[in-house]
């Protein structure tokens, strides 16, 4: 697996052996096809990456230019592995890296990110499919840490069905990879 953009293209991340199959990163292709969407407007975003598996998704937004990145992972492997990446690329600074059982700790995260005062402009939510987990991430998301006109996005299989709206989040699209469905929400703050 590689980075497919920005100033890490093409370097290699370290990944999981075969038999640990429940850490499934997102494939480089769908990778490459979401941050063509995102585009290259990724200059001091802060980013949230939740069931951050091997930390692929926000490596990537990192080598595109986002400013921080907090990845969220209660594997342990996962958690070493997100690590011996940000290291090998030089970018534990613009990092860190928490174990947190999801969505149950999201009130662990909203308290680390309060007193740090960090509001994240872009959400990635990439639980493993068929536990519900998508969902109810989204619809427990504490919208304080979010700026305003935050970008979630949830990936899921593709026959999981996802509302136009959950609390203060709007489906903008969704877009269809095979089995794998990306959806993007837009976070409206309802206070003006």
Same mark, same amino acid.
């Given at each position: 697996m590689q980075i497919t !953009?920005?100033? $890490?293209? !093409?370097q290699r991340l370290i990944t999981p052996p075969l038999k640990y199959l429940e850490i499934?990163?997102?494939? +480089? /292709?769908? /990778?490459?096809a979401l941050f063509d969407i995102l585009g290259n407007h990724l200059e001091n975003f802060e980013i949230l990456d939740l069931f951050a598996g091997t930390g692929? %998704?926000?490596? @990537?937004? *990192?080598? /595109?230019? #986002? @400013?921080y990145v907090l990845f969220v992972d209660l594997n342990p492997l996962s958690l070493e592995i997100i690590r011996k990446n940000l290291k090998k690329l030089g970018l534990e600074e613009k990092a860190k890296v928490i174990r947190a059982n999801l969505p149950q700790d999201l009130t662990?995260?909203?308290?680390?990110? %309060? +007193?740090?005062?960090?509001? $994240? =402009?872009?959400?990635?939510?990439?639980?493993?499919? !068929? =536990?519900? %987990? #998508? *969902?109810?991430t989204l619809e427990k998301l504490p919208i304080s840490l979010l700026e305003k006109e935050a970008i979630i996005v949830v990936e899921e299989k593709r026959e999981v069905v996802f509302p136009e709206k959950i609390a203060n989040f709007y489906l903008d699209e969704s877009r269809f990879y095979g089995e794998t469905a990306l959806h993007f929400y837009i976070f409206k703050d309802s206070n003006p």
């Open positions: !953009g920005g100033k $890490f293209k !093409g499934r990163p997102l494939r +480089s /292709r769908i /990778r490459k692929a %998704l926000g490596i @990537e937004a *990192l080598s /595109r230019g #986002a @400013e662990k995260i909203l308290r680390l990110c %309060l +007193s740090s005062s960090r509001r $994240f =402009k872009l959400v990635f939510i990439t639980p493993p499919y !068929g =536990k519900g %987990l #998508a *969902l109810k």
